[in-house]
């Protein structure tokens, strides 16, 4: 079983609780007060000796067993001292000067009392035979002799100097010539003898009490109990610092623990605030997925005032990039979004790069550095922001913000990653309204083409038997009109007539043009030189009170298509204003070209990026409401007597089958723009002619192309078609591969274009000029410099163009490769 840090870390913190408790009660505190105690002992017994010493020399005490004991405890102490002393060597060098003093009392002592009691025992003999004198021969001459030798005695006895040794010596040899009376020789000389026992005893004795009494062991005392008292404050020092080092660690562990306690109380919040946010979040992802399409504005909203409060942010908002931009937002009462925010989250997201999980956390702008980020935060009032974004092809396209506007809120960043969560509930509900969108459209779309089928049929069916029948009614009509007068009434009642089946068969060509494939092959065709036909026809078939005014045409421009068709829209729109102003008024035609960068929709259908010409025709005219505007291209819908509804409608129709969308502006009293965008194939350096530009077409040459992106692959193989070539596009390489096994001389060029990853063009190419060596391979790459010169040819690759393609380069790099390649192929045939 593994052992977490925390467990192992248990067992550790309670060893070192012990050692330290165990440190900090100080168990040398009894030996060195034991030791203290020994010499306060020590001293006493010492001075009670000292006075039993000098009791014995004065005679008090004859008993010398109290100095006995008193030396015997001496050595009793120095031993207890002795076992309560350290291991330190100066502290039992300083014992051992002790008990050398000791010892050296204790030869003293011994030397003391063999003196003192010799000395004694002469003094009471002395007295003795000096009373008995004195008192026999008191009246004689040794009376005084033996008087001032008892004195000069006794002086000595107070007094060892020299001066009284001398003195006592000086009577001792006066008494020794004194004629010694009769029968006192043998007490005279006892005296004498005594006398000079005590001359040489007392100083003696006295030397060795003033040594006893000279206390040198007083110094060696003290050194032992300075010593002791050093090692007992190191001894309570130590323990001090271990009871302030325990109490510290307890103070420590306390604060640990209340800190623990504290992130446990903390984890909880985060739980149930985590609870509380997957709780929101799940019955936000449940009501988005029960939600109708018409509740699903009102749920994000709900859904953003919840995500708010939670967060703790003052405004919130959900943005999805597109065209157009959508924005659901929330916001605090007293709190408004200012312009342009949160438009510009999404730029400012991209600001930041790459991020983890597309969250971003600022708990105070006022602490980022200066620079364009900061001043957009700063300029939107905010103090703190957290964001959760999601990342496409073309960037940041879901931001989902929160704004703080007072200092210290969305400071928790622990529950922002569930935002993951809600921003993915909100991603698919939109993308599931978007389908839904799309989903209607293509009903609507599909609803369109089964009429226009129905229209087709309808055409094809009656069309020419109707033809037929107004052809008689025309004939029938001309010739009566020949046999009678020119301005009678038969004739202006045949002229009649006549107009109403003229109506007849130009609705049924119309009908017949509607309803007609227009699978016409295409070509490049001059924007200058097709407006300007365009602009002749006007001038002749438009009233003349409609002022016809056309904006200058960019040169060089060509687009792709059939010239009929194109010149019919634009025919149609004229037409159409001039019959929306009553005949009276302006007819303006703008164009130019427009570069898209994402894909764009307008309000009859959708735009990929790339380039595109955009024709405009505007008029002065009525106007038309919004509830017209919805039908306006709907076959056989008019609002005029004599119209038959089906010009927009073919207009559209053309313009759609050409790849291209309308986009349509009115209001009514104001005037109407219709927009015509058409896929541009090419931009040429301005010319002095306004027809289709020189370019090197093909005569139906057979063209493989591969290219991973299928709206790519569509719009190459739509150039290559208007170039006179014969486009077959693969997505696949293996299926492009197959192909040229199959049917090795079918192709007359192969142009390799966009795979994934890169380095499988230039393989691609190697297999294909292994299946087909003599066909020419083009390679359609952003950057040739990506691929050295030698991999190029080692390839088989002939000619490298430019990525995305450009109608003249691409033209003029098949022209010269299939040049090249017939050149070839007649030298090996010579």
């Known amino acids: 079983m593994k052992m977490t840090p ?26 060195y007060d034991r030791a203290l105690g020994a010499l306060d002992r020590f001293a006493l017994v010492e001075s009670a000796l000292q006075r039993d010493v000098l009791s014995a020399r004065t005679g008090m005490m004859r008993n010398y067993d109290p100095l006995v004991r008193e030396v015997n405890a001496l050595d009793e102490l120095l031993s207890r001292l002795r076992d309560t002393a350290s291991e330190g060597a100066e502290e039992a ?61 006794l002086q000595l006895t107070l007094d060892t100097s020299r001066a009284a040794a001398r003195d006592v010596a000086d009577r001792l040899n006066g008494l020794a010539m004194q004629p010694l009376p009769p029968g006192e020789d043998d007490s005279v000389r006892a005296l004498l003898a005594h006398g000079r026992l005590l001359h040489d005893l007392l100083p003696t004795t006295d030397g060795v009490l003033r040594a006893l009494l000279d206390k040198p062991s007083k110094r060696q ?91 703790g942010a003052d405004r919130a908002y959900l943005v ?44 105070s702008v006022d602490r980022l550095r200066p620079g364009a980020s900061r001043d957009v935060l700063a300029a939107a009032g905010l103090r703190g922001w957290a964001c959760v974004s999601n990342l496409g092809k073309e960037g940041v396209t879901t931001v989902l913000g929160f704004d703080a506007l007072r200092p210290g809120i969305i400071t928790q960043s622990a529950e922002l990653g569930l935002l993951r969560m809600a ?192 024709i405009a025709v505007s008029d002065t005219g009525r106007g038309i409401d919004e509830m017209t505007l919805e039908h306006i291209f709907e076959p056989f819908f008019t609002t005029r007597l004599a119209g038959n509804g089906l010009g927009l409608a073919t207009v559209r129709e053309i313009v759609r089958e050409h790849g291209g969308a309308m986009d349509v502006w009115s209001a009514p009293g104001v005037g109407s723009r219709f927009e015509v965008w058409l ?52 997505t696949r390489a293996d299926d492009a591969l197959a192909a040229c096994r199959t049917t090795p001389k079918r192709f007359d060029a192969l142009l390799v274009g966009h795979l994934a990853p890169a380095a499988s063009a230039l393989d691609l190419a190697v297999a294909l000029h292994e299946i087909v060596p003599d066909v020419p391979i083009l390679l359609a790459t952003a950057s040739a410099e990506e691929s050295g010169a030698g991999a190029l040819v080692a390839a088989g690759i002939s000619e490298v163009v430019h990525r995305p393609l450009i109608s003249s380069e691409i033209a003029s790099a098949l022209a010269r490769c299939l040049t090249a390649s017939e050149i070839s192929v007649g030298e090996l045939r010579s």
């Not at 000395?119 to 009471?124: G, P, W």
């Open 93 to 153: 060098a300083a014992i051992d000067r002790l008990a050398a003093s000791v010892n050296r009392q204790e030869e003293l002592t011994e030397q003391f009392k063999s003196d003192n009691a010799l000395l004694q025992n002469s003094l009471a003999q002395f007295r003795l035979f000096s009373a008995r004198l004195s008192e026999a021969h008191w009246s004689g001459p040794l009376a005084p002799a033996v008087s001032a030798l008892a004195a000069a005695m």
């Open 6 to 31: 925390a467990a192992a870390a248990v067992p550790v913190l309670l060893v070192l609780l012990t050692w330290l408790s165990f440190r900090a009660i100080d168990t040398d505190a009894e030996r």
């Open 679 to 730: 896929p541009c194939i090419a931009v040429a350096a301005p010319t002095p002619r306004d027809d289709v530009p020189v370019l090197p077409l093909g005569r139906g040459e057979t063209v493989l192309v591969v290219e991973d992106a299928s709206e790519r692959l569509l719009g190459d193989e739509e150039m290559l078609a208007a170039l006179g070539y014969e486009p077959v596009g693969f």
């Open 423 to 614: 921003l993915d509930a909100f991603a698919n509900v939109v993308a599931r309204e978007h389908l839904e969108q799309e989903r209607a459209r293509l009903e609507t779309n599909l609803q369109q083409a089964r009429r226009m089928e129905t229209v087709g049929a309808l055409s094809s069916g009656i069309a020419h038997n109707f033809n037929n029948i107004v052809g008689a009614i025309l004939g029938y009509t001309e010739m009566a009109e020949a046999r009678i007068a020119s301005d009678s009434r038969p004739a202006r009642n045949l002229k009649e007539i006549r107009r109403a089946g003229e109506r007849a068969r130009d609705l049924v060509d119309q009908i017949l043009a509607f309803g007609r494939r227009r699978d016409v092959r295409r070509k490049p065709v001059s924007l200058k030189g097709l407006v300007a036909e365009t602009s002749s026809l006007l001038d002749a078939s438009l009233p003349s009170e409609i002022e016809l005014i056309i904006r200058e045409v960019p040169d060089g421009v060509v687009i792709s298509g059939q010239p009929g068709q194109l010149q019919q829209v634009i025919l149609n729109l004229c037409n159409n204003a001039a019959q929306a102003m009553d005949q009276v008024g302006r007819v303006e035609i703008e164009t130019e070209v427009r570069e898209i960068a994402a894909t764009r929709s307008l309000s009859h259908g959708d735009l990929w990026s790339g380039r595109y010409v955009r």
């Open 320 to 363: 999805v990039s597109g065209r157009p931009i959508r924005v659901h937002q929330w916001c605090r009462e007293g709190t408004t979004f200012p312009p342009g925010w949160p438009d510009r989250a999404p730029a400012l997201v991209a600001r930041f790069g790459s991020i983890p999980e597309g969250i971003i956390h600022i708990r």
């Open 221 to 311: 005392q003290e050194a032992v109990r300075t010593m002791i008292l050093a090692h007992q404050a190191a001894s309570r020092a130590t323990a001090q610092e271990f009871r302030l080092l325990l109490y510290a660690i307890s103070v420590l562990l306390l604060v640990l623990l209340v800190h623990l306690g504290l992130q446990l109380r903390a984890r909880a919040l985060a739980l149930q605030r985590r609870a509380a946010f997957e709780h929101v979040i799940a019955g936000i992802s449940t009501r988005l997925i029960d939600a109708q399409p018409r509740e699903i504005d009102a749920h994000i909203d709900r859904a953003l005032a919840e995500l708010a409060e939670l967060v």
